[in-house]
Structures are given as C-alpha cells and as structure tokens.
C-alpha cells in the first residue's frame, strides 16, 4: 500500500466553521490586523502554531484522571523523571510550566552580564532572555540556512568554522552553547549527529559545557534516522539518547514534542547548578516536584514524551508536513526547502516580489491567508525581527521574509492539509493586486502580538 493514513482513530471531535469572507475581513478590521487578536472560534484552520496545540490520546487523557495532585512528592512527578532520564539520560530535572521559565533559571545561573552565549539559532524568547541576563545571543547557521531554495539534509548545523572563530577571540566570554534542534527560527531543519558531535568535540577542548534547546528533539532525530548515513537501521530512542549524550543537559518547552498543551523542563548532569536552579524554581514557578505544573500536567507529559519517539507516530508526522510541502512546492509556491519538521515556511518575498520589506511581504501574507481562507498562519520575518537603530534612524531587515504554516500534532488530517494549499495557491495568484501593510502602532518589545497595522494605500 502507498497511500499514507494518520496512525490514530478519532474517539472526540471539535466542530471547526468556516465563516464568510465578508465576515472574516470584518474580523480582521475588528482585530486592526493584528492575527493574534482574532478570536480561535473565527479561525478555520489554526497553523498559528504547533506550541500547545497537540491532541492528547487516549492514554494520556486518562493520565489526566490519575495524576497525583500532591503539593510535594506527586507521584505523577516521579514517573515524569523516570522518563525523562531514560529518554535523555540526564540525570536531574527540574520540572517548569513551559519553555521560558526553563531559559529563565538555567539562563539566571549561567549568564553574567557581558557573556556572549553561540548557538546554530536561537528562539526568539530564548535571545531575548539571554539578552535580559545582559548577555548577546549569536547565531551561527551555514549559508545554505538562509537560501530558502538549496536543498541541503540538515540545514540547522551549527557553521562550526564560525564557532572556532568566536571561541577564539570571546573564550573568556562564553558561558556555554545553546544547540536548538530542530531549529525554528529558519525552517523547523534539523542538525545532524555528525554536527552535533564535531560541535562537542571543539566545545570540550576549551572546556564549554553544551545545552540543547529540545523543544522538538524527536523530529529532529526522525531526520537523523532519515537523512544520515548509518542510522537508517538505528530505533528513534536510541538517536535520541545519542543526540543528548554530546550535552551536558537541555532545557524544552514540552508544548511542542511533549504532545501537551503545556509543560517544560530543564535536565542536568551537574549536581550543584541542579540545586542552584531548584532555589530559584520555588521562588519562581513552585516546590521541585511540580514546577508550575498540575500533578495531571506532569502525567499527560510522562506519557506523551513516550509516544513522540514512537516510529509510527513520526513517520506520519514528518509526513504530513511533507505532504504540504509537496502540494505548495508542486503548486510553484516558493517554500523552505527541504520542508521541516513542524511546518512549512514560505518564502514571501518570492510571493509577493513587488512589495519592499518595509511593506512586510510574509505578514501581508498571513492576513491574506485568513481572508481568503480562514487559515491562520504566523510570520517570522520584518515585523518581528526588523531592528530599527535609534541613532541613524535606519532599519535593519532580516535575511528571509518567511510565513510559516506550522502544523499542530495529530490535530488535523491530511484533508484539512489540501484546503490550506488550495488557499495559499489562490492568494499567490493575486500578487499583483495584494498591497503591503504599515504599522499604526507598536509597542517598545515584541511588537508582533501587539501592533495595529494599516494597508499601504
Ligand atoms: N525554544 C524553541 C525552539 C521554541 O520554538 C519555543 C517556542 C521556545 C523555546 C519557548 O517555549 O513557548 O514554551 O515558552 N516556540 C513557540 C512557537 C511559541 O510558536 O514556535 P515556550
């Protein structure tokens, strides 16, 4: 058999309506087209984003029902460490209710003003809390990372040529690096084994411990066994274990390959910098064995990190994203290639070829997307990384103008995936007509969840 089908049955539903176009781009005047203030009931099809939104199964939600509600020693913490340290081998975790507060009390023990702390590509939240620590976030990717039309197996190594620059002119500076796999920021790419190791190994000879963002370490791994030789015949958990051997322990917002709504963690090998983040855990999320979570939390989180390495699970994961690809990509819609592993990113500026990067092409995008179809989508371009220079005035723009469409775990079929295509494919057919958007107001930080926007007359 050749035709791919999800590896679930559906035991509940939840009804989703497609309201009229009329009455989307009423909504969107409403929301002064800021997507983030549209309201999920007026949302089709919600590619947002893939934190939070997975679909629990079955032995999860009864998980919910057993979780042990203990304000200390819940038994649902124990069996959530229990698996963590298999599936990692870390040896302490430190339970946090998302990914942040995890970068929060690592990044606080860490980080000393003036450090500059590498990575192959930070998370926005991640930067800007290794910023809040007084640190500068760098980010080191190939060339190929910022070629949205190369292919190239794993487009999120880190260019460790760079790294063996910056070590040796900042050594004194850099507290530690920061491997984020898969990598969000350019494409949802992974990093291959071989990176990761060659990344160990240059790292160790000037004594710099490595930490792995692990928000989406399964998918990541589901490519190493895809695309690296030697470990085609190799079980996912068995990568997996491999990837975090090279770390000496990792921080994840379990939102993504946690199969959760909510959850995070940090893991160590270091006894003393564990005790350190535990102080600072209770004075900022709760006492170590819950960490802002729910006794319920913790064990729909135990469970679901088991089924994210399942193979089944992942081969249907990674091909489903793929299948948008294909169709986007079959349809001579630019995309991120190869197509990574929680979503499509699109390349705007090849859409929209006629409107400036001060007139946000992978924004412009995004609303369009949901006039025309009710499919949200998120932007990672201008509006969320242009930097403005307060003394010249001038604006800096990032290299890639991307919409990604990032696809929620077991959420949606692949039907609702050929609807999503069919509306990206009607909104490029109208790059001629499309106008850009200017910003009516902003506020001083992450200005994307907060902005009004205006078209461009
Ligand atoms: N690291 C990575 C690689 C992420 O993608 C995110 C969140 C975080 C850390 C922060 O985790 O949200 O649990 O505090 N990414 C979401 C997204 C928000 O839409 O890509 P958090």
Redesign the pocket.
């Known amino acids: 058999m050749t035709v791919k089908v999800e590896p679930f049955k559906i035991k509940v539903v939840e009804p989703i309506k497609l309201i009229s176009k009329n009455e989307r781009l009423k909504k969107m005047e409403e929301a002064r087209y800021n997507i983030f203030r549209l309201k999920g009931e007026d949302v089709y099809i919600d590619l ?5 939104t997975s679909a629990m199964s079955d032995h999860q939600w009864a998980g919910i029902m057993e979780g042990d509600e203990s304000y200390a020693g819940s038994k649902s913490f124990f069996n959530l460490e229990r698996v963590i340290k298999k599936i990692t081998g870390f040896e302490y975790v430190v339970p946090t209710h ?4 995890a ?1 929060n009390i690592l990044f606080s023990q860490l980080i000393k003003p003036g450090d500059v702390v590498p990575g192959n590509a930070h ?1 926005d ?2 930067q800007a809390h290794i910023i809040h620590k007084g640190g500068k976030a760098v980010n080191l990717l190939l060339d190929e990372a910022y070629d949205p039309k190369t292919y190239h197996p794993f487009k999120g190594n880190v260019n460790i040529e760079q790294l063996e620059n910056l070590i040796k002119s900042q050594r004194d500076n850099i507290p530690f690096f920061l491997m ?1 796999v898969t ?2 920021t350019i494409g949802g790419q992974p990093v291959s084994m071989e990176n990761l190791r060659r990344t160990r190994k240059l790292l160790s000879g000037f004594g710099i411990p490595l930490y792995i ?1 692990a ?2 370490f399964a998918e990541n791994a589901y490519f190493i066994k895809l695309r690296e030789p030697g470990y085609g015949e190799k079980e996912v958990k068995d990568i997996v274990r491999e990837m975090f051997s090279y770390a000496d322990g990792c ?1 994840m ?1 379990a ?2 390959d946690g199969l959760v709504n909510i959850g ?1 963690f940090i893991a160590l090998n270091d006894k003393k910098l564990y005790e350190q983040c535990c102080e600072l855990l209770i004075l900022l999320e709760g006492f170590i064995t819950y960490g802002g979570m729910a006794g319920r939390d913790l064990e729909a989180l135990a469970r679901g990190l088991e089924e994210v390495i399942e193979e089944d699970y992942l081969a249907y994961r990674i091909d489903q994203v793929n299948y948008l690809g294909k169709k986007l990509d079959d349809a001579g819609i630019p995309i991120v290639q190869p197509p990574g592993g929680h979503g499509i990113y699109i390349d705007a500026k090849s859409v929209f070829p006629r409107i400036p990067q001060s007139q946000f092409p992978a924004y412009t995008l995004v609303v369009e997307m949901y006039i025309e179809a009710g499919v949200r989508a ?1 932007e990672i371009g201008s509006v969320a990384f242009a930097k403005k220079d307060e003394i010249t005035g001038k604006t800096d723009y990032p290299r890639l103008e991307l919409t990604r469409l ?1 696809v929620p775990r077991r959420v949606y079929t692949y039907r609702h995936m050929d609807f999503v295509a069919e509306g990206v494919i009607h909104v490029a057919k109208k790059k001629d007509k499309v106008k850009g958007f200017k910003i009516a107001y902003e506020p001083k930080t992450l200005r994307h969840f907060l902005a009004d926007f205006a078209r461009v007359e």
């Open positions: 947002l984003t893939d934190s939070g998302q990914g942040r507060p970068e998370f939240s991640t984020t990598n969000n963002d928000a989406r921080i917002s939102k993504k995070g998120a990032a």
